[in-house]
Nanobody
């Protein structure tokens, strides 16, 4: 079965960096898009960055110039390089993917990872 497993979260000081990874595993035919969302306490979950299978990225305005999303297609993995971190970046970060699986190759299915905590604090 398909799973998305995030890693790389943790505690970092303002101005520091973290790299989040999300590996998709299972019987996957193709990944159409992957992205990162985050949810802070008391706030709505929001899109941080996304990337299509063609490599076209998009970012929330709040992270443009600081975060970079990338993929390793051979490993079915998406990364989020987070630089110049701010306290307001503190949230649980969730990996998301639209992908296809055998016998349903024409129908993308959406999957979520379990989330990884990112805390930016002095």
């Amino acid at each position: 079965q398909v799973q998305l497993v995030e890693s790389g979260g943790g505690l970092v000081q303002p101005g520091g960096s973290l790299r989040l990874s999300c590996a998709a595993s299972g019987n996957i035919v193709s990944i159409l898009a992957m992205g990162w969302y985050r949810q802070a306490p008391g706030k709505q979950r929001e899109l941080v960055a996304g990337i299509t299978s063609g490599g076209a990225p998009n970012y929330a305005d709040s992270v443009k110039g600081r975060f970079t999303i990338s993929t390793d297609n051979a490993k079915n993995t998406v990364y989020l390089q987070m630089n110049s971190l701010k306290p307001e970046d503190t949230a649980v970060y969730y990996c998301n993917a639209d992908l296809t699986i055998p016998i349903m190759t024409g129908i993308p299915y959406n999957y979520w990872g379990q989330g990884t905590q990112v805390t930016v604090s002095s």
